[in-house]
């Protein structure tokens, strides 16, 4: 039972744009926050972006302006749409999802209070 999988990682040229994508099974999806982290070999994983349950959004300010986190509850789908891709973004991206909120709860930008994970996708920018 795969609860989270992301697509759409590849290679790509630096100021170009990429799309990822993260299907859920989890249900009901609307009652989980659902945010996107990265990592990259020697480091540890950093917070990217995350959507609560009423659509609020938080990004990490190295991304801000650049990236865009969306949700589709019908289809049960979050998907991190990035553009103007810098060589720093280079790193396996994580879908995660957590469990527990009410609609007024903070956004949670620590990978400790997330509950699931999918495997990640590779993004690889080209410079």
């Known amino acids: 039972q795969v609860q989270l999988q992301e697509s759409g990682g590849g290679l790509v040229q630096a100021g170009g744009s990429l799309r990822l994508s993260c299907a859920a099974s989890?249900?009901?999806?609307?009652?989980?926050?659902m945010g996107w982290f990265r990592q990259t070999p020697g480091k540890e994983r950093e917070f990217v972006a995350v959507?609560?349950?009423?659509?609020?959004?938080t990004y990490t300010n190295s991304v801000k302006g650049r990236f865009t986190v969306t949700r589709d509850n019908d289809k049960r789908t979050v998907s991190l749409q990035m553009n103007d891709l810098k060589s720093e973004d280079t790193a396996i991206y994580y879908c995660a999802a957590k469990s527990g909120t009410i609609l007024t709860s903070p956004l949670s930008t620590r990978s400790e209070e997330y509950n699931h994970w999918g495997q990640g996708t590779q993004v690889t920018i080209s410079t």
């Open positions: 959507i609560g349950r009423n659509g609020g959004t």
């Open positions: 989890l249900r009901p999806f609307n009652r989980y926050m």
